[in-house]
């Protein structure tokens, strides 16, 4: 399991992930209140341009919530880069969040996407 955290008070987040053999699956929370606030699956697939990899993406939102916003490019990129599928259950809430807060938790939230693929890279290097 990698643990992978990015951000402080209210904008942290935090992304827990097991690697079941066949895929992945995660938790993407943070906050004031970690919840369950949506899922995301994401299944590989060829890009639809003939070059590389891309993925196709199921969504289920709890109403009400904006939690798949955050997860769905998140499960996607992960999905694409790795090629197995992806399952991320999402809850990150702030009260009356405004503008500069979504974008804070945004930014965190690809921050840990992108120490996930450096932590990934330490332990194939054996690091």
Known sequence: MLELRAGTGKHRVELKVWDTGNG???????????????????????????????????????????????AAPLAKELCSRLGVPVS?????HIDRAGAEDIAQIRANCEAVGREFFVRLQMEADGS
């Open 24 to 70: 992945w699956v995660g938790s993407l929370t943070g906050g004031e209140a970690p919840h369950v606030g949506g899922v995301v699956l994401a299944a590989p697939r060829p890009s639809l341009t003939g070059q590389g990899a891309s993925s196709d993406l199921w969504l289920i939102p709890v109403p009400g919530h904006l939690d798949n916003d955050v």
């Open 88 to 92: 991320l259950t999402a809850g990150i």
